[in-house]
């Protein structure tokens, strides 16, 4: 079940597969292809573009974030709060981004590197 969409820096469209666990891209075309979420289990949900050149989504169940570059290489950062259940993510003016912990009662942030 995909639950977020977005943009990517690469041209594509990005989105989650909250069931799946797994990223997909797909081209203006229609042509689809998907990365699994090297944890599985996590239920990734909303994902957005960041100032580094990645996309970066929340794993619900995952306890964190993660980053996937446009060739499909996954990093996860774990949230800095136990059991927040990340969810909403979004590129902030500042070129940070900022996450919401759903049972954590928090709003966290990551700062991107381009290097």
């Known amino acids: 079940m ?9 041209g594509n469209l990005w989105f989650t597969e909250w069931d799946g666990d797994r990223i997909g891209k797909i081209t203006t075309k229609g042509a689809i292809r998907e990365f699994p979420i090297p944890t599985p289990d996590v239920v990734p949900v909303t994902i957005v573009p960041g100032s580094d050149g990645n996309l970066w989504f929340t794993e ?4 964190s974030i993660g980053r996937i570059t446009t060739k499909g290489a996954f990093t996860e950062y774990r949230a800095p709060s136990a059991y927040s259940y990340p969810y909403g993510i979004a ?5 940070n981004l900022w996450f919401t912990e ?14």
């Open 60 to 63: 619900y169940y995952g306890q």
């Open 102 to 115: 759903a049972a954590g009662g928090n709003i966290g942030v990551i700062r991107p590197t381009t290097s």
């Open 2 to 10: 995909p639950t977020g969409i977005t943009s990517g820096p690469d």
């Open 91 to 95: 590129a902030g003016p500042d070129r």
